[in-house]
């Protein structure tokens, strides 16, 4: 392969190509780390309103830093993979009490950061600082591995070594901020899993993939593990002062500190309305009235797992909540304020739609 050759095609693409997004206007490494970590399973349509927003709410690595953690899961809100924002937050408090507010512009640093893994690293150092670092995730793998025709399984994070020694190898150090953007471009936008659109790639001539014909065929990867299913039933409990029942999620595990709607398991093929009335009388001492039918059913998917809810509307007659610590009373002002997992939004959206 001609290098030089290669990299002129890719970076003048780039340059003349690439999309107007709003992380690409300021090259300061929060904006640019902020970006990177939401991006992270996350597709940029959907990621362009939440970074406006975050960044709107903490437009200095200061105010984040500051932030309780209540709003910073309220800003993300929907954006899922909770524990991304946590690792942000831990790392930003360490990069303003121990690098006076500036992100570390070595990767020996940077890499110390809680959630900053190679990938992150390399993004933040090469777009921010102009770092020579190599940048590789699944498009840059998905890419190169139909370049250069590497066969390796790239579900294996041992194959993660032989495409970031590629990268080193074909690196544009005259400009490797544009170089790692490329990459990833040209995988978000032409280089794609599936039907790549090779007749318009402008590395097109340097691709031993497409020659070959075997761009269809690669990247290499193992199947994901089969998913599991659960289903669950939920209930929107008010008071009598038309409070609703609301519940704090363990402080690790799945959806970690989010607020949700009472809810709980169950075996297919029983009656989830019973187990709900059960529940709520042997775990948390509530009589309550439960309306028998649903009002919603919603589906929501995980990396590994599916659940699918069914909500039910309650009127509570009697019990309290004195000594449950993840329990409380809200009205619906103040639900609003709080993050919830998109499931139980999704619940609550329906619930307002009923009752209106």
């Known amino acids: 392969m001609d290098i030089e050759a290669f990299q002129n095609d890719l970076v003048q693409w780039f340059q ?12 300061d490494a929060y904006r640019v780390w902020v970006s990177e970590v939401m991006l992270q399973q996350t597709r940029v349509d959907t990621v362009i309103p939440y970074y406006n ?16 953690e209540e709003s910073i899961l309220k800003v993300w809100e929907g954006l899922g993979y ?37 990938y992150t690293a390399g993004a933040v150092l090469s777009i921010a600082y102009g770092k020579p670092v190599p940048a590789v995730d699944g498009n840059v793998m998905r890419v190169l591995s139909r ?3 590497i066969t390796d399984d790239i579900a294996k994070p041992a194959s993660r070594k032989i495409f970031e020694e590629a990268v080193e190898e074909l690196m544009y150090h005259d400009h490797p901020s544009h170089f790692n953007q490329a990459l990833m471009e040209l995988g978000a936008l032409i280089c794609t899993p599936s039907s790549p659109s090779c007749l318009l790639c402008p590395v097109r001539e ?11 065929q690669l990247p290499v990867k193992t199947r994901k593990k089969s998913t599991r299913h659960e289903d669950i039933v939920a209930v929107v409990l008010k008071d009598e002062e038309d409070k609703i029942l609301i519940n704090k999620r363990p402080e690790k595990g799945l959806l970690a500190n989010l607020w949700e709607f009472p809810n709980l398991k169950v075996v ?4 989830g309305w019973e187990i709900l009335q059960d529940f709520l009388s042997t775990e948390y001492s509530m009589d309550a009235v439960i309306e028998q039918e649903d009002f919603t059913v919603v589906q929501h998917v995980f990396t590994h797992l599916t659940w699918k809810i069914n909500a039910h509307e309650g009127r509570l007659k009697s019990g309290n909540i004195d000594g449950n610590e993840t329990l409380k009373f809200v009205t619906e002002e103040e639900l609003e304020e709080l993050a919830f997992p998109v499931s139980h939004q999704k619940i609550w959206q329906a619930y307002k739609e009923r009752v209106q």
Request: with cysteine; glycine share 6%.
């Open 53 to 68: 927003r975050f960044l709107e709410k903490f437009p200095t690595i200061e105010s984040f830093a500051d932030a309780d």
């Open 147 to 149: 370049i250069l025709l």
């Open 206 to 216: 340097h691709c031993q993939a497409f020659a070959k014909g075997v761009q269809e």
């Open 16 to 27: 003349e190509e690439q999309r107007n997004l709003p992380w690409r206007k300021d090259n």
């Open 82 to 118: 909770y524990s991304r924002v946590r690792n942000l937050h831990t790392a930003a408090k360490e990069v303003v009490s121990k690098y006076g507010g500036r992100v570390p512009d070595t990767k020996e640093e940077i890499s110390k950061l809680k959630g900053v893994g190679p």
């Open 268 to 271: 297919p093929l029983l009656d």
